[in-house]
């Protein structure tokens, strides 16, 4: 299978080197690059240590960032909002299945933040010592997967990498985890595959509506008119599976178990990018394809947020265990992509775009810093710490940025998301005014609660007196210049956004507003028979509240 | 040259370069930078000098009448909506940045003496040039959303300079509870915005205004609604400059150094909220109600800082109540719809609360001599007397701020006082009564906090008495006394580098009311001309004479208490007063009970909330989730197999399952249509 696409790729690259740059299959390449260099590791002479396997995942990831962004500058016209670095080869012509890639606005971005990330848990993952050969194979693969998801075009294979996709990340989280890993492990994969049946369900269904002929390309898809209660079949069916992995409340304790558990590298990747499957998957399926049963769900989604942000941040303070601190930190900034998908505003939903963007690289930020502080203290328990800050001066300090980066500090990128959904929400005509004012206030209160849970960690970890217990058994060695780099070059992009968010939001501005405009005419058309309100406001466009 | 209004957006900019240079030399050269903390220290504040010659023209420009400059940009947009950004500069901001560029170079300069011992140096200066930045980009920010991202920026830098010595864990919490507190108010702040941007389409302070009218008059927007986002916008400034109740956090930010309490905690930040009602006195103006909620907050946090700054024994904190008391006297003035009267007070209490919190400074330094580093003892006055004599420098501009904010004239404190009295007796005559009950109060507590610190015995070295003060603090007395090592130093005045900052401020504390003599107020000339004409046109000595009257015999009467009481001791105020009146008491010196309500609703109560919200996920939702897969898995050799990590089995199951569900279905129509 490989070995067709490698032997295809060359072809075709060397068939057409001289056509110029923007005619080369750049997201062919960069998924199947990493991949299929993943298989030179085994080949690899086995010294134990692992050096060489480092380097050569360091470059290949290296390589494979530049791949993404070589095709975002030959290949990808911000202005154009349609799919573009298209791809198109018949694979199982009797399945309709089709090896259909390409990018639009709402794809880019992530398979940008996804190069990005994926080099710099290579990075991080520069200490690990246990079966390194394997690690970087299942992080190499990983990385040429979750680029396909982002990347795919065609239902049926949007399911395929999907779940390709949870192999390697099953494999490195019960091989190199904590204590708990298998738990952890075999509790993620129930709940991602059970879930991930739905999809199954529904990329079937919708691609053999209507039809002899079984067709998943999304532009098929996109055309087709579905009725409504098959739309409203499918979202939920959608929306449960991808609510598992954005997380959702209450589908979301999976996620504390792995995240708790996996290694730092194996965290940036989980929170960074995995997390961001989940609201891609809502944004390109369930708002894009689904757009009459959206209008129906759009309400429930931004409850769903609201509940997350709160919930999650409530449960976030209690917890004693860092890890887990910051995985439910996690699920309480995705609140704030479900509002901005439910927003019916092109300002709430790149806001949602930009959040995705945004908490990847905070919450990669933060994970790798766990990691390293755990590799220090060799405990996650803040009962256990506190003054740190006395002989890890530097982390401190990079600790600190990081959190302020994620409780929305201006100047930072979380701040901008989190206004744009905010203001896109306040603004958004579609909603009842008292429903609005109720969730954005309900969403404002998370302002208060983020600083309280991640300033008292902070207080925990590093203020205060010394624990002579921890210092005096473990050697707090501060940052090295290696993890130091690694936050640098995450908070680079994350300042850089917060200062000027158009460079990010302008390269899918387009697409979204296409995919608002095309909701925002569902909801006029739904209005009638909404499930929710039963209101029969037929001139205005009211629609949705509960 | 170009004109400095035109490129007043680089006065924000210089500090932040040199911020950000000095920051990234702590990470990555640490060593090195630290080493060399003259080299940080001259070239920090180089940048904020720049930043101060260019304010100072810009100043100068718009005295002489330099139109206002805003320019703007799209900073973000999407769909129909643009988020502009840019800077504004016009009388009112020049005038900010020029006291807040002083005072930042007086501080930085101050500091070199007060940190020099301090290994944390060079990472002080860094975060004061950061904080100046911040400060100065929220004063020329031209809209209501670039003042929120500068407002929290101030709100981070507080942060870090409260929590500044991270070892103390009194610091530690203060840094926290500042930050939280201030997240309080900014949460109204932020819904505010959104609702004033859902009205009016705009962020700008004169369109909101005109929006919101417009809207109000054709109904278009319920008038409940518009009060309820103008009061919401107003949390903000109250989380921000102290007022009641969310004041908590003002007193225990005094954790920080005592430099950062003169400069953010006294002259600068806490100021913000007085600005930001300034900058919407356009909106607020078409509300009485909201004028009136104003006025009202500001008069409860007047007296409410003054009355528990009577009994404070710690002489930081009774200065902390004492700004709290006079950030209650702005916001009284914007109540009254006298934003140049407040900004006025804002100018002048800035000049002398800076100078009073450096001498506390100067005080506690050389107490640190005799006492050692324990807060609890350096800036006890139970302690201290007798400073005079060997404190020439410090007493002197103590005493002076302690006469100019007492309100005796000519000194600055009385016409900036006087001015805000004069416009509450118009507007609000109960509230006027009782701003001038506080300043017999701050005359009162003022003096008492000189005398018990400059004139009588020195009592520094009374063991006893400072092994009591630690009992009562509840310091572990054993842990302290491993660290403890006798002082045997003796106080003597600080060097040149922090007297001179207060000699230079002693001289705007005395002359600068003059600015704003209320028969010539050039002030007002220079901020709100048309309304500087009638004033002057409308004003009657009949009617100043008897209010600056009764404002200066009232003081006088507070001084001369606290003459007798603290000075002669022919009167003992223990007897007199606490213990006739034991509940008045202990009600003052709990500080209202304010802190413990806090503590236990709010502080214990979110806790507890969120522990049971914990107990909920990890033994409801999670322990469902857990049961379903011991029923359904459990006992099968399904997990078996995953907890062997076989993970090729499950691959192989996934992969086989989808063939064999797409032969299944390819065979069959689709059903579900």
């Known amino acids: 299978m490989s070995t067709y696409f490698l032997t295809h790729f060359t072809s075709q690259t060397l068939g057409t080197l001289g056509a110029g740059l923007s005619t080369l299959p750049w997201l062919s390449a960069s998924i199947l690059f990493p991949i299929g260099s993943a298989f030179v590791i085994p080949f690899f002479p086995d010294k134990g240590d692992g050096k060489e396997v480092r380097w050569f995942a360091l470059s290949i990831a290296l390589i494979t960032f530049l791949i993404t962004v070589g095709s975002y500058i030959n290949g990808f016209d911000i202005k154009n909002e349609n799919v573009q670095l298209k791809e198109n080869i018949s694979w199982l012509p009797d399945l309709g299945l089709t090896w259909s890639v390409g990018a639009d606005g709402v794809s880019m971005p992530l398979i940008l933040l996804t190069s990005f990330i994926t080099a710099l ?30 990347a795919v075009q065609d239902m049926l294979l949007f399911f395929l990498t999907w779940e390709l996709e949870l192999i390697p990340v099953y494999l490195l989280l019960a091989i190199w985890g904590g204590k708990n890993r298998q738990y952890a492990a075999t509790k993620f994969i129930i709940y991602t595959a059970g879930s991930s049946i739905f999809i199954l369900l529904a990329a079937l269904a919708m691609g053999f509506y209507g039809t002899e002929i079984p067709n998943f390309e999304f532009s098929h898809l996109a055309n087709q008119d579905f009725s409504q209660r098959f739309q409203i079949i499918c979202y939920v069916g959608l929306l449960i599976a991808f609510g598992v992995k954005l997380p959702i409340v209450p589908l979301h304790t999976w996620l504390p178990d792995a995240h708790g558990e996996a290694t730092a590298p194996v965290h940036m990747l989980l929170a960074g990018i995995l997390l961001k499957m989940g609201g891609y998957a809502l944004l390109r399926f369930n708002a894009q394809l689904l757009p009459v049963a959206h209008a129906q769900f759009a309400p429930l989604l931004i409850v769903l947020g609201v509940v997350n942000i709160i919930y999650a941040a409530l449960t976030s303070f209690a917890q004693r265990n860092l890890k887990r601190k910051i995985a439910y930190s996690s699920i309480s ?32 930020s933060l994970f790798f810093l766990v990691g390293a502080t755990y590799d220090r203290t060799k405990t996650l328990k803040l009962d256990e710490m506190s003054g740190v800050g006395q002989k890890m001066r530097i982390m401190f300090a990079l600790w600190t940025a990081c959190s302020l980066a994620s409780l929305a500090l201006p100047g930072m990128s979380g701040f901008v998301s989190e206004l744009m959904v905010f203001t896109g929400f306040v603004t958004d005509e579609v909603y009842t005014l008292p429903f609005r004012i109720v969730m954005a206030s309900l969403a404002a209160v998370g302002v208060i609660l983020t600083p309280i849970y991640l300033l008292s960690m902070l207080r925990e970890i590093f203020f205060g007196k010394e624990n002579p217990k921890l210092t005096e058994e473990r050697k707090l060695i501060d940052a090295e210049p290696r993890e130091v780099y690694i936050i640098a070059c995450l908070l680079l992009p994350i300042i850089g956004i917060g200062l000027y968010p158009r460079l990010v939001t302008e390269s899918y501005l387009a697409s979204i507003n296409n995919l608002v405009d095309r909701d925002l005419l569902a909801v006029k058309n739904s209005v009638k028979t909404n499930i929710f309100s039963g209101t029969k406001k037929n001139e205005i466009l009211k629609a949705p509240s509960i | 040259m170009p004109q400095a209004s035109e490129i007043a957006w680089l006065i924000p900019v210089f500090p932040l370069i040199g911020a950000v240079l000095s920051g990234l030399g702590l990470i990555s050269i640490n060593e090195k930078i630290n080493n060399s903390r003259r080299i940080v220290s001259v070239g920090l504040i180089s940048f904020v000098g720049i930043s101060a010659v260019i304010s100072y023209k810009a100043l100068i420009e718009q005295i002489n009448g330099y139109e206002s400059v805003e320019k703007l940009f799209i900073w973000a947009n999407a769909g129909d909506f643009t988020i502009p950004m840019g800077f504004i500069l016009d009388p009112l ?96 702040l932020l819904l505010g915005i959104l609702g004033l941007f859902w009205a009016t389409n705009s962020f700008d302070f004169n369109e909101i205004a005109t929006g919101i009218s417009q809207s109000v008059s054709d109904n278009s927007i319920p008038i409940w609604a518009a009060l309820l986002l103008c009061f919401l916008v107003f949390l903000g400034p109250m989380a921000k400059s102290a007022q009641f109740p969310l004041h908590v956090w003002l007193p225990d930010a005094m954790e920080g150094p005592t430099p950062i309490s003169a400069l953010i905690h006294a002259a600068t930040m806490v100021a913000a909220g007085i600005f930001l009602v300034a900058r919407l006195q356009p909106l607020y103006s078409i509300f009485p109600s909201i004028q009136f909620i104003i006025a009202f907050v500001g008069t409860i946090t007047c007296f409410l800082g003054a009355s528990i700054a009577l009994t404070q024994m710690d002489l930081k904190k009774g200065l902390a109540y004492s700004t709290v008391s006079q950030l209650g006297y702005m916001m009284l003035a914007m109540g009254c719809g006298a934003p140049v009267a407040g900004i006025f007070h804002l100018v002048t209490h800035a000049c002398f609360k800076a100078m009073l919190f450096l001498g506390s400074g100067s005080v506690i330094h050389a107490m640190e001599e005799v006492v050692g580093h324990q807060p609890i003892l350096a800036q006890d006055m139970r302690l201290m007397g007798g400073l005079r004599k060997k404190m020439p420098y410090t007493s002197a501009t103590f005493l002076i701020g302690c006469i100019a904010i007492s309100g005796i004239p000519p000194l600055a404190g009385f016409w900036s006082k006087d001015e805000i009295l004069g416009n509450a007796f118009i507007s609000f005559p109960a509230f006027w009564f009782i701003g001038l009950l506080t300043a017999g109060m701050t005359a009162f507590y003022m003096f008492r906090l000189y005398f018990l610190t400059f004139e009588g015995d020195f009592r520094g070295e009374n063991k006893d008495l400072q092994k009591e003060l630690l009992i009562a603090s509840k310091v572990n007395l054993e842990e302290e006394n491993g660290e403890e090592h006798p002082e045997h130093g003796y106080i003597h005045e600080s060097p040149w580098s922090m007297t001179f900052p207060l000699v230079f401020l002693a001289v705007p504390s005395v002359i600068i009311g003059l600015m704003g003599l209320p028969w010539d107020s050039k002030f007002s000339y220079l901020l709100d001309p048309e309304e500087a004409e009638i004033a002057v046109k409308s004003f009657e000595l009949n009617e100043f004479l008897p209010l600056a009257i009764a404002s200066v015999f009232i003081a006088s009467a507070g001084i001369f208490i606290a003459y007798q009481a603290y000075f002669a001791k022919k009167i003992n105020l223990s007897i007199l007063f606490a213990e006739k009146f034991p509940t008045i008491n202990q009600f003052l010196s709990n500080k209202w009970y304010l802190d413990a309500i806090n503590e236990k609703l709010f502080v214990k109560g979110s806790r507890k909330l969120a522990k049971e919200v914990l107990e909920v996920d990890s033994k409801v939702v999670d322990g469902i989730v857990n049961l379903t897969g011991l029923v359904t898995l459990g006992s099968g050799e399904g997990l078996k197999y995953f907890e062997t990590g076989r993970a090729q089995f499950y691959a192989l199951i996934v992969f086989g399952g989808v063939i064999l569900l797409v032969a299944i279905f390819g065979f069959q129509s689709p059903q579900v249509t």
């Open chain 2, 93 to 188: 901001g020049s005038v900010m940045l020029a006291l807040v560029t002083t005072i930042t170079l007086l501080v930085m300069i101050y500091s070199h003496g007060y940190m020099a011992h301090d290994k944390g140096y060079v990472r002080f200066f860094t975060y004061l040039a950061l904080f100046s930045s911040s400060m100065m980009g929220l004063i020329i920010s031209p809209n209501l959303l670039e003042i929120y991202v500068f407002w929290e920026l101030v709100g981070m830098c507080s942060y870090l300079l409260v929590g500044f010595w991270y070892d103390r864990d009194g610091a530690a919490h203060a840094a926290q509870k500042a930050f939280v507190v201030n997240r309080v108010g900014d949460f109204g």
């Open chain 1, 121 to 150: 848990a290579v990075l991080a993952a520069w200490p690990v010592k246990f079966k390194p050969k394997l690690f970087f194979f299942l992080i190499l693969v990983m990385d040429g997967g979750q680029i396909a998801v982002f």
């Open chain 1, 333 to 364: 900034h995705m609140g704030f992509v479900l509002i901005g998908i439910g927003s019916f505003s092109s300002l709430g939903t790149s806001g949602a775009m930009l959040q995705m963007v945004s908490h990847g690289l905070i919450g990669a």
